[in-house]
Nanobody
């Protein structure tokens, strides 16, 4: 399994940005895929999760109503759509995947992810 995140950048508060994660090697729709972020001096935070089949999604309360997660129908790219960005959204964003055996409750707690992309920096200026 390989993941490669892209799409980060410097934007102003209130702007929108879409992150992409090129995914390969997911042979089952049962894989869990998600986005995490880590701000300087803070712990890594789960942002959003989607089953690779697209059947279930989860978005953290901290970004609910502003961020959505999706994947393309060709099942090659994972997306994080971010809107109404705030300075506190500034972080390195990582995409990750968990094996098909990982149950949903584990995924939405941020555990079980063993495949990681390299991260993409998002900086929101106020």
């Amino acid at each position: 399994v390989q993941l490669q995140a892209s799409g980060g950048g410097l934007v102003q508060a209130g702007a929108s940005l879409r992150l992409s994660c090129a995914v390969s090697g997911l042979t089952s729709g049962r894989y869990g895929t998600g986005w995490f972020r880590q701000a300087p001096g803070k712990e890594r935070e789960l942002v959003a999760v989607i089953r690779w089949s697209g059947g279930s999604t989860y978005v953290a309360d901290s970004v609910k109503g502003r961020f959505t997660i999706s994947r393309d129908n060709a099942k090659t790219t994972l997306y994080l759509h971010m809107s109404s960005l705030k300075s506190e959204d500034t972080a390195i964003y990582y995409c990750a995947a968990a094996p098909p055996s990982t149950i949903w409750s584990t995924l939405i707690q941020g555990f079980g992810y063993i495949y990681w992309g390299q991260g993409t920096q998002v900086t929101v200026s106020s």
